[in-house]
């Protein structure tokens, strides 16, 4: 058996004042009792502190230091929520992957409910009236309707997370340690875990989630934090922002450094941006949108098509001239022969021949110039 020193309060006192700290140990308690204890959590309403020691979760009396009851059959305890609305405490049980649901009063166990993997830390946010755990090696977040009793869902981090603390306006705070978690951003001041629609809202009934459409201000600074949009918003992008095609080699879709390459022409170029993410500016601002994905895609001219039929009169290495027409002719050129009946014969640049008949159906490029997009040579 091992005993355990708890300091129960520290308190702020005038004697002290011209010492380094405001703070002294008012009490210490001897608490005794098998298994290591981690996180310490204060009931200041109803005087009682609620200790994680492994298989249970002490409750002590902060005035004395005396054991008020256990909450038992916990495989790995560290953290308690209190929700004092519904009655209930929650401590989590990180060796099987679930929260223990309890009576406030009785301390007796009323329900076990699966979380994730290694779960940890956990608060009660009274603004959103909503439970969080943080599961460490799973990387997530597990949000919990504390009235029912139910998994409401669970938020992916990308990141190992140790803490929560909630901000008191629904809004809930991740203590990160080594690594940044995925998608944290500010919002409206505070910090939030970044999830999709039906999680952000699970977390945060508050949150302005924010599509945007439109195209590139190339008039304005682009670089590898934001852009903005030619209706005025700003788009903000990080690490956590998932930009479709980049790294793909996606020749439809571009990157963000493709995008303040393209916007350094003259004349610059149409760019699409299509996403969305969560509205961080406030009211009567700018609009300034975190953006968590965005597609970029640059607007092409409506091409003009041509077809019409002639005589081969020379072929070069990308091109052949039909009745005095240049056509050039590139790796998406379709060149068929006719045969009989209904079937067709593909070809290449180097199968034609002069004097041969040819439909052709081709594109005007931007300089005037033919670029063929079919060729059939008649029989």
Same mark, same amino acid.
């Given at each position: ?208 989630? /924010? ?52 916007? /350094? ?25 975190? /953006? ?88």
């Amino acid at each position: 058996m091992r005993n355990i020193a708890l300091v129960v309060s520290l308190i702020a006192t005038p004697l002290l004042a011209q010492s380094s700290s405001p703070y002294r140990i008012a009490h210490t308690y001897m608490l005794g009792g098998d298994g290591s204890w981690d996180y310490i959590i204060p009931d200041p309403q109803n005087h009682r502190l609620f200790i994680g020691r492994q298989t249970r979760v002490m409750v002590v009396d902060e005035n004395n230091g005396k054991l008020l009851g256990e909450v038992t059959g916990i495989k790995g305890a560290h953290g308690t929520a209190l929700a004092d609305a519904t009655g209930h405490g929650f401590a989590t049980s990180g060796a099987d992957e679930s929260v223990v649901i309890f009576d406030l009063k009785t301390f007796k166990v009323l329900d076990r409910i699966h979380t994730a993997e290694d779960t940890d830390a956990i608060i009660y946010d009274s603004a959103s009236n909503r439970v969080f755990t943080s599961n460490g090696d799973a990387h997530s977040l597990t949000a919990i309707d504390p009235r029912a009793g139910k998994v409401i869902t669970n938020i992916p981090l990308g990141g190992k997370a140790e803490y929560l603390v909630s901000a008191g306006d629904g809004d809930c705070t991740m203590t990160v340690l080594g690594v940044t978690s995925l998608g944290c951003l500010k919002v409206l001041g505070v910090t939030v875990g970044m999830a999709n629609e039906t999680e952000l809202k699970a977390m945060n009934p508050g949150i302005v989630k /924010a599509e945007f459409e439109g195209l590139v201000d190339c008039a304005k600074p682009i670089d590898a934090s934001s852009f903005f949009l030619k209706s005025g918003a700003q788009v903000l992008v990080d690490e956590h922002t998932r930009v479709e095609g980049a790294g793909e080699h996606d020749d439809e879709h571009l990157s963000l450094a493709d995008v303040k390459t393209a916007c /350094a022409a003259t004349p610059a170029p149409e760019i699409d941006a299509e996403g969305e993410g969560v509205l961080v500016s406030g009211n009567g601002e700018a609009p300034v949108i975190r /953006a968590t994905e965005v597609k970029f895609e640059r607007q092409e001219d409506e091409a003009i098509e041509v077809e019409f039929s002639g005589m081969i009169d020379a072929i070069g290495s990308d091109n052949i001239t039909v009745s005095g027409r240049v056509v050039r002719v590139d790796a998406n050129t379709q060149i068929e022969r006719e045969g009989e009946g209904s079937s067709e014969t593909q070809l290449a640049l180097s199968d034609l021949h002069t004097g041969e008949t040819v439909e052709v159906k081709a594109v005007v490029d931007a300089q005037g110039k033919l670029l063929a997009r079919e060729i059939k040579v008649r029989s």
